[in-house]
């Protein structure tokens, strides 16, 4: 395997920054321990390694999924980045020629307009297309956002479903059981306060923090410190 090409694979397996193959402590790291002629590779040519490394694993997967013999079920979801870009990801899910169910996600798009029925539901087509999935998808669940539901409506009209689409929408058991258990907590929200107060005062203030463990102590109890969260 290129070295260029591991760099690429270990930039994107550990989530490091693209100019890591620039940096003098990685080229220090590399040059003592591994290769004493190694040169730095630039940002801008890790950037064009890590585009030809999904290239490859993209058209190595379409490939696959093209060679199937069995339907494909597939999960959706909109991610929200910290920098306020959307994305829509979509994951295939199917049995492979060993008969092990695999995952693999097929899509990831920005979403760059208003999260309609219309909008996610184009995104999706779009990212079927390239495969050449669109008549062997068994599935899709979604959570229970209205613009979700109102898009399922879009695929049975294209009449493009297995049975008619009879199988297509499952909703997302995780969603559900978040609101039941949100629905739960509303029911003891007073006390949940008072357990969020008691924790903040306790770990506002460093002596307070220190009697408490004092207390933990005294009753053979290990002290630990709590995560203040936000309602």
């Known amino acids: 395997m290129h070295a260029r090409e591991c760099l690429a694979r270990y930039i994107v397996q550990t989530d490091q920054q693209i100019s890591i193959g620039e940096s003098p402590f990685y080229k220090k790291l590399i040059t003592s321990a591994y290769n004493p002629q190694y040169e730095p590779v630039s940002r801008t040519t890790t950037r064009n390694d890590l585009i030809r490394l999904f290239e490859t694993k993209r058209d190595d997967l379409i490939t696959e999924i093209q060679h199937l013999s069995v339907s494909v079920a597939l999960t959706s979801d909109i991610w929200n980045a910290c920098s306020k870009q959307d994305y829509l990801c979509v994951t295939g899910h199917y049995l492979d020629p060993?008969?092990?169910?695999?995952?693999?996600?097929?899509?990831?798009?920005?979403?760059?307009?208003?999260?309609?029925?219309?909008?996610?539901?184009?995104?999706?087509?779009?990212?079927?297309?390239?495969?050449?999935?669109?008549?062997?998808?068994?599935?899709?669940?979604?959570?229970?956002?209205?613009?979700?539901?109102?898009?399922?409506?879009?695929?049975?009209?294209?009449?493009?479903?297995?049975?008619?689409?009879?199988?297509?929408?499952?909703?997302?058991?995780?969603?559900?059981?978040?609101?039941?258990?949100?629905?739960?907590?509303?029911?003891?929200?007073?006390?949940?306060?008072?357990?969020?107060?008691?924790?903040?005062?306790?770990?506002?203030?460093?002596?307070?923090?220190?009697?408490?463990?004092?207390?933990?102590?005294?009753?053979?109890?290990?002290?630990?410190?709590f995560q203040t969260d936000k309602p």
């Open 98 to 225: 060993d008969w092990r169910i695999t995952k693999r996600i097929i899509g990831f798009r920005p979403m760059d307009f208003t999260h309609t029925a219309e909008n996610i539901f184009n995104v999706i087509i779009s990212v079927l297309e390239i495969y050449e999935i669109t008549h062997r998808i068994l599935s899709n669940t979604l959570d229970n956002a209205s613009s979700n539901t109102s898009s399922i409506a879009l695929f049975i009209a294209r009449n493009i479903l297995q049975d008619g689409g009879y199988f297509f929408h499952q909703r997302c058991a995780c969603h559900i059981i978040n609101l039941v258990v949100q629905a739960g907590l509303k029911q003891v929200s007073d006390q949940i306060d008072h357990i969020r107060d008691a924790i903040s005062w306790i770990c506002s203030s460093n002596p307070r923090f220190s009697e408490f463990k004092r207390h933990c102590k005294l009753n053979c109890l290990k002290p630990r410190r």
